[in-house]
C-alpha cells in the first residue's frame, strides 16, 4: 500500500508516505521552510506539526491507542458529522474512518498539500443514512492549514455538525492564555450547557473547562508564556470555538491520557456546534482553520 501511495502521491523532498512504528500508514510533510507535519490515513488525522528545529506543536497522548477504527487522542482529530456525544460514536465517524488520498501537489514553491477523500459506505449510511463526500486538504508552510469540504451526493437534504479538534502541545496550562474571547458568549458543557459571558481577559483555564464559544471571532491567540510561544488560530466559515481541558479530575475519565498530561495540552477547537448546517442534494459546504505560532 505504501509503494503504491509513493508510486502515484509522493512529491520529492516535500512529501512521502511511511508506515510508523504502530503499523499506521501515514504522509509525511516537509515545508521549504523545514517545517513537517504528519498525517494519519485512519481519520486523516494530524498527529504531528513541527518547526524548523523540530519543535512539537501539537500534543499526541503518551497513551493513545492507535487500533484500526478507534479514535486517536491528540493531533487535530476531525469531527464529522456529530459534535460530542449521541446517536453516532462521539465526534462522529470520520475520525476512525479509513480516507482515500484524492491528490496531492506543491501549492507554491515550498508549500506541500494533500487532499484526502471520504466517501460513505455501507458502514456510515447504517449509522448515518446520507450519501455524502468529504474532501479534506492539509496543507503546509510556515502555516498549517486544514479545510474541510462536504458535499450532498443524495437526492434528500441531510444535517451535520463539523470541525478540527486540535490538540496544542503547551509547557504548561498554568500558564497559558488564550486571547480573544474578551465577552463572548459560551455554553459551559459541563453545566448542562448553562450560558456565560467570558468577563476574564486573558482566559486562563484552572479547573475542568469545556466550553463552546458561540459566534467567536475568527482569530483567537494562544500564549504559551513558560515556552514564548504564541499560537494563532484562524477559523474560516466556522461559527464556534471550542475549549477543552479536562485537569486532573476529568482525566480519570479517559483511559487514552496520562494522569498528568492534561499540563501539556489544550484544546482549541474551530467547530460547527450550536447551528447545525444543512445541505440540500448538490449543496456543498466548506471551512476552514489556519494555524501559525511564533
Ligand atoms: O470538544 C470537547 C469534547 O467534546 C469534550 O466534551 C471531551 O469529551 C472531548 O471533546 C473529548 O472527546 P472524545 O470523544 O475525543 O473523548
Request: aromatic letters at 10%.
Amino acid at each position: 500500500m505504501i509503494e503504491r501511495l509513493n508510486q502515484t502521491f509522493a512529491l520529492p523532498n516535500s512529501l512521502v508516505f511511511v508506515r510508523d512504528s504502530n503499523n499506521f500508514a501515514k504522509v509525511c510533510l516537509t515545508s521549504g521552510a523545514a517545517h513537517g507535519a504528519e498525517i494519519l490515513v485512519q481519520g486523516a488525522q494530524v498527529s504531528s506539526w513541527t518547526g524548523p528545529n523540530r519543535e512539537e506543536l501539537l500534543f499526541m497522548s503518551s497513551k493513545a491507542v492507535f487500533q484500526r477504527g478507534k479514535p486517536v487522542r491528540g493531533g487535530i482529530p476531525i469531527i464529522f458529522p456529530q459534535f460530542g456525544k449521541g446517536d453516532l460514536p462521539s465526534h462522529g465517524f470520520a475520525r476512525t474512518s479509513m480516507w482515500e488520498i484524492k491528490e496531492t501537489k506543491m501549492l507554491s514553491e515550498g508549500e506541500p498539500s494533500i487532499t484526502f477523500k471520504l466517501e460513505d459506505t455501507h458502514a456510515t449510511r447504517d449509522m448515518w443514512a446520507h450519501q455524502f463526500v468529504l474532501e479534506y486538504t492539509v496543507s503546509l508552510s510556515d502555516r498549517l492549514r486544514t479545510s474541510l469540504k462536504v458535499v450532498n451526493c443524495g437526492t434528500t437534504p441531510f444535517f451535520f455538525y463539523a470541525g478540527f479538534h486540535t490538540y496544542f502541545r503547551i509547557a504548561d496550562i498554568n500558564r497559558t492564555e488564550i486571547r480573544g474571547l474578551h465577552e463572548v458568549t459560551y455554553m459551559d458543557a459541563l453545566r448542562t450547557r448553562n450560558y456565560g459571558v467570558q468577563n476574564a481577559d486573558p482566559l486562563t483555564i484552572e479547573e475542568h473547562t469545556d466550553r463552546i464559544y458561540l459566534n467567536a471571532p475568527d482569530t483567537v491567540r494562544l500564549l504559551d508564556r513558560l515556552m514564548g510561544r504564541e499560537y494563532t488560530v484562524t477559523k474560516q466559515n466556522i461559527k464556534d470555538l471550542v475549549v477543552w481541558n479536562p485537569w486532573e479530575n476529568g482525566s480519570k475519565a479517559f483511559a487514552d491520557l496520562g494522569a498528568h498530561e492534561y499540563l501539556s495540552f489544550v484544546c482549541v477547537e474551530p467547530a460547527i456546534v450550536n447551528q447545525k448546517i444543512t445541505l440540500g442534494p448538490r449543496e456543498k459546504y466548506e471551512c476552514g482553520q489556519e494555524l501559525s505560532y511564533r
